[in-house]
Every structure is written in C-alpha cells, then in structure tokens.
C-alpha cells in the first residue's frame, strides 16, 4: 500500500523558514517524480513543486520560485521541501504527491496524494 | 504560463443526473489533462488521466474526452458518494503543472 507522511509543518512568522519532510512507502521511490502541491484554506490545489526520480529534473511555481527549494533522498524514500522567506500567502496545507511516472514532464500524473501538512505563516 | 479555466465553478444535481464538467485551457495542450475528485477534508483522488483514460479502480459512470484547448468530464449518472469539488490539472507546460479552479458538485 502507497504510504506517503508529510510533516514539519507549523506556525511560522513572515520571513522565517521551514522545511518539510515526506516518508515514502509501499513503492520504489526511485522510479517516480515525486511533487508538493498546497491548498489554502477554502481555496483551491497550487502545484508547488516538482521533482524528477534522478533530481535532474525540477521545476517551481512562479510564486514559489527562488524562496522554495524541492529535493529528494532515494536511500531514504524521502522528499523535502525547504520554504524561505514564507509569506502569509503561503499559509496553506501542504500535500506531498507521487507521480505515476519517473520525470516530471507532459505526462506528469498524481496518483497518490498524503493527508497534508498545514503551514501557517503569520506573526 | 498556461491558465486552465472550469466551468461552472459549482453546480447542484439530483442523483442519477448526468453532470458535465469543462476545462479550458489557455492553449494547446494536446491531451496532457487529468481530472481529480476532492471530497471535503481529504486528499484528492485521481479519476482521469490523459484526457480520457480512466485510473484502475475508478467507476465507469466517470469519463472524459477532449484535446487540444477543450475538456470535459461526465458522470454518466450522479451517485450520492459522487457529490465532490472536481478539478483539472494540465501538465504539458512541463516541468510546471497547472491546476484548474475547480468545480463543487452539490445535491440538488
């Protein structure tokens, strides 16, 4: 069974920096891009960030893009997501998904999504 | 960046309706479009990928067609475990995916 458990989340004042963390399982880590996407509260999904199987492909949405940094552990089935100088628009849950193939491109497709991390980015 | 726009953003149905949902995108994406379900509280579920192939384990009632600029996705006939926000996500303007804004199916 898929496994997949964010944490690191948390209260956070405007300008600091946190880092995510998502434990993998119940698959080969290494053959799948791996993403984080966020949804604010009552609002809708924001792709964040993804990651290709090899790292050598990452891509960043506009509004995160130089603040956020995506990387991944394959010996640890892990996938990290270190968030500098948050802002409130950042307040959000954050899920860690798992693509159904290994490169983040025109095929990217979340099959399995975790329950989410809430960021709360406010002094 | 490409935008992807659903309509309607809510609709109320009665079960056993057939219900409609529309994505459109900003350009051409040929058929690099996926379709989720949200249900209220929880993660969201992939129904749909490739415009029209339906994900193992997802009821047959659950289609979608469309390519290029135009998307849809029908619920054939509207079960009760069905009402849910729907979105699209496009993913041709790799290595950055987009979602859609989303569309709450409510019972009527």
């Known amino acids: 069974e898929v496994q997949l458990v964010e944490s690191g989340g948390g209260l956070v004042q405007p300008g600091r920096s946190l880092r995510l963390s998502c434990a993998a399982s119940?698959?080969?880590?290494?053959?799948?891009?791996m993403h984080w996407v966020r949804q604010a509260p009552g609002k809708g999904l924001e792709w964040v960030s993804g990651?290709?199987?090899?790292?050598?492909?990452?891509g960043y949405a506009e509004s995160v893009k130089g603040r956020f940094t995506i990387s991944r552990d394959n010996a640890k089935n892990s996938l990290y997501l270190q968030m500098n100088s948050l802002r409130a628009e950042d307040t959000a849950l954050y899920y860690c998904?798992?693509?159904?193939?290994?490169?983040?491109?025109?095929?990217?497709?979340?099959?399995?999504w975790g329950q989410g991390t809430q960021v709360t980015v406010s002094s | 960046d490409i935008q992807m726009t659903q309509s309607p953003s809510s609709l109320s149905a009665s079960v056993g309706d057939r219900v409609t949902i529309t994505c459109r995108a900003s350009?051409?994406?040929?058929?690099?479009l996926n379709w989720y379900q949200q249900k209220p509280g929880k993660a969201p579920k992939l129904l749909i990928y490739?415009?029209?192939s339906l994900q193992s384990g997802v009821p047959s009632r659950f289609s979608g067609s469309g390519s290029g600029t135009d998307f849809t996705l029908t619920i054939s006939s509207l079960q009760p475990e069905d009402f849910a926000t729907y979105y699209c996500?496009?993913?041709?303007?790799?290595?950055?995916?987009?979602f859609g804004g989303g569309t709450k199916v409510e019972i009527k």
């Open positions: 998904a798992k693509d159904l193939f290994a490169v983040v491109g025109t095929t990217s497709t979340i099959d399995y």
């Open positions: 119940g698959f080969t880590f290494d053959d799948h891009a």
């Open positions: 990651i290709s199987w090899s790292s050598r492909s990452i």
């Open positions: 350009q051409s994406i040929s058929n690099y």
């Open positions: 490739a415009s029209s």
């Open positions: 996500q496009q993913s041709h303007s790799t290595p950055r995916l987009t």
